[in-house]
């Protein structure tokens, strides 16, 4: 029986990575993400503004509707639930929202309304990411009257 040498080891050896060549692999792995990473992020957050500005829309496009049906925009206190529900009021011809569904915004919170607004016959509102008035980026109020 023949001894073999290291060198014909090496090559006889089925399939297997060195650590050496595992971590060059994970080493340009990290980098490569370094890189890609701060271009797509930010891409997250306008996003999800851009959904919030779609959701206002929509729940306004509702809103209108229900005051076609009804002559008048719910209540403060009756909410944008009235979309969904009838609170009671004549020719009301709804539901006016998809799948009975009041969206929250996309940071998981329930959109603000008042009407009358004081901005113009109803007011629909989120406070953005952060979750408190004004802002700047993704933190900025989402609103209905801009």
């Known amino acids: 029986m023949k001894l073999r040498s290291l060198a014909d080891r090496r090559f006889c050896c089925n399939g297997g990575f060195t650590l050496v060549e595992l971590l060059v692999v994970m080493a340009i792995i990290a980098l490569l993400a370094a890189l890609v990473a701060p271009k797509v992020f930010p891409k997250l957050g306008k996003g999800k503004t851009a959904a919030a500005k779609a959701q206002v829309e929509m729940l306004g496009q509702a809103l209108d509707q229900y005051r076609l049906d009804t002559g008048h925009y719910p209540t403060t206190s009756q909410g944008l639930q009235a979309l969904n529900t009838n609170p009671g009021v004549d020719k009301w011809d709804g539901p006016y929202l998809k799948k009975n569904l009041i969206p929250q915004d996309?940071?998981?919170?329930?959109?603000?309304?008042?009407?009358?607004?004081?901005?113009?016959?109803?007011?629909?509102?989120?406070?953005?990411?952060?979750?408190?008035?004004?802002?700047?980026?993704?933190?900025?109020?989402?609103?209905?009257?801009?």
């Open 106 to 146: 996309p940071w998981g919170r329930a959109y603000n309304y008042a009407c009358p607004g004081t901005h113009g016959e109803y007011d629909i509102w989120s406070f953005g990411r952060d979750g408190a008035q004004g802002g700047e980026g993704e933190d900025q109020d989402v609103v209905s009257w801009q």
